[in-house]
């Protein structure tokens, strides 16, 4: 299963946040995502953070 995944430097947008944020709601494995240096605004950066908390997945995990 899927732990880590680091996106860094990857030209992710808000849209690409929204759908990362999809993702982790169906993922309960997934502790660390690295999504440094991309154009993730606040619209995504929500997004993404209100899924890590409904997920398995938000409990100890680190998004940098």
């Known amino acids: 299963t899927l732990q880590q995944l ?3 430097s ?3 947008g808000d ?3 929204q759908a ?3 993702a982790l709601r169906d993922n309960s494995a997934l ?3 690295e999504l440094s240096t ?3 605004g606040k619209p995504g950066a ?3 953070a209100q899924a890590a908390r409904s997920s398995a997945s938000g409990r100890g995990s680190a998004c940098r």
């Open 15 to 17: 849209a690409g946040a």
């Open 46 to 48: 929500q997004a993404i």
């Open 6 to 8: 680091d996106l860094c």
């Open 38 to 40: 991309n154009s993730i």
């Open 31 to 33: 502790l660390q995502l």
């Open 10 to 12: 990857n030209g992710i």
């Open 20 to 22: 990362i944020a999809e």
